[in-house]
């Protein structure tokens, strides 16, 4: 077992988010008006590791993350118990990337190394059950997950080496599964709309979201570019791992920060980030703060509106 070198905070480290200047590459971003009044951004816990996969359980009233990265042996669950302090949930994952609080509420987990979609039972100490949804030794690296409101599960599965097999899959309700998206280039985080209709992607390609219609059977329609951030292509940085509001707004990260955006694909603004950001997810006693991991921290910010988690009807 590998222990986690702790590098625990005394103090939370605070920024101050200001408004961001306009530039040469693009117009202003000014702050989104979901954020809070004076909200901080608030490192919570930091290490010197790649986080991922951030997941907010109302049950247990903790946030969920990962460790990704190489050796393959060093990727665990971490659960966050206060600033500065974690609980290794589960260790030796086989490369647990993205997560997803599950329509059944246990833990969805798309495992890279280990080629599987994964369903845990939360426990005070680590998992109490664990259930392989789907294992395929022909799928490259399953990096993030999500559930429809009607139970249907997808996943990205990128080909980081040929662009060409890259694809997104969906584990239907009945267990059927079927490749819904052949036309991206290195498909990463995802995300179902609140009403189930739609199938938000981002690809690490041409630096940009898709969204898809999803049909009646789980496939989904012709794709089309959702949102292309204002900036200098060389300057955007990878987008990844995304959360929607109770209103459907989009918190998009990856790409300088973390993009929000109306369900018109519209901006609202830029939450500037001081580092890599690669997801976010709501969670919160009431729903409202936004966690953010990144390339060695976890961030929290408070927001006026709750997550889409808290508000959405499940079939």
């Known amino acids: 077992m590998h222990a986690l070198r702790f590098l625990p905070l005394l103090i939370a480290i605070t920024t101050t988010i200001l408004p961001a200047a306009a530039t040469a590459d693009g117009p202003a971003t000014g702050m989104p008006a979901t954020v809070a009044d004076g909200a901080k951004l608030v490192s919570v816990y930091h290490d010197d590791r790649f986080f991922e996969g951030p997941v907010w359980d109302a049950a247990t009233g903790k946030l969920y993350f990962t460790a990704f990265g190489s050796p393959q042996e060093n990727t665990?669950?971490?659960?966050?118990?206060?600033p500065g302090k974690v609980t290794v949930w589960l260790d030796k994952t086989e490369g647990v990337n993205g997560m997803f609080?599950?329509?059944?509420?246990?833990?969805?987990?798309?495992?890279?190394?280990?080629?599987?979609?994964l369903s845990y039972a939360f426990g005070a100490?680590?998992?109490?059950?664990?259930?392989?949804?789907?294992?395929?030794?022909?799928?490259?690296?399953?990096?993030?997950v999500a559930q429809a409101p009607n139970g249907d599960i997808y996943f990205t599965d990128p080909d980081f080496k040929d662009a060409r097999t890259s694809a997104v899959y969906v584990l239907t309700a009945k267990g059927d599964v079927k490749k819904?998206?052949?036309?991206?280039r290195v498909p990463n985080g995802l995300k179902v709309s609140n009403d189930g209709r739609r199938l938000y992607v981002a690809d690490d390609g041409p630096m940009n979201w898709r969204v898809y219609s999803i049909q009646g059977d789980g496939t989904v329609g012709p794709g089309r570019v959702f949102f292309d951030?204002?900036?200098?292509?060389?300057?955007?940085?990878?987008?990844?791992?995304?959360?929607?509001?109770?209103?459907g707004t989009l918190y998009l990260s990856g790409s300088g920060g973390v993009w929000v955006v109306d369900k018109h694909g519209t901006s609202l603004g830029l939450i500037p980030i001081p580092e890599f950001c690669s997801n976010v997810a709501f969670g919160g006693p009431e729903g409202k703060t936004l966690f953010l991991t990144c390339?060695?921290?976890?961030?929290?910010?408070d927001l006026k509106v709750k997550g889409g988690q808290f508000t959405r009807k499940n079939k």
């Open 295 to 301: 390339a060695k921290q976890v961030y929290s910010l």
């Open 229 to 247: 951030p204002p900036v200098a292509p060389e300057k955007r940085g990878a987008p990844d791992g995304m959360s929607i509001d109770e209103h």
């Open 76 to 82: 665990q669950i971490l659960r966050l118990d206060g």
């Open 101 to 117: 609080l599950a329509n059944d509420g246990r833990l969805l987990g798309a495992q890279a190394y280990g080629h599987r979609v």
């Open 125 to 144: 100490t680590g998992p109490t059950d664990t259930k392989v949804l789907l294992y395929d030794a022909g799928l490259h690296q399953p990096n993030d």
């Open 180 to 184: 819904v998206i052949q036309d991206m």
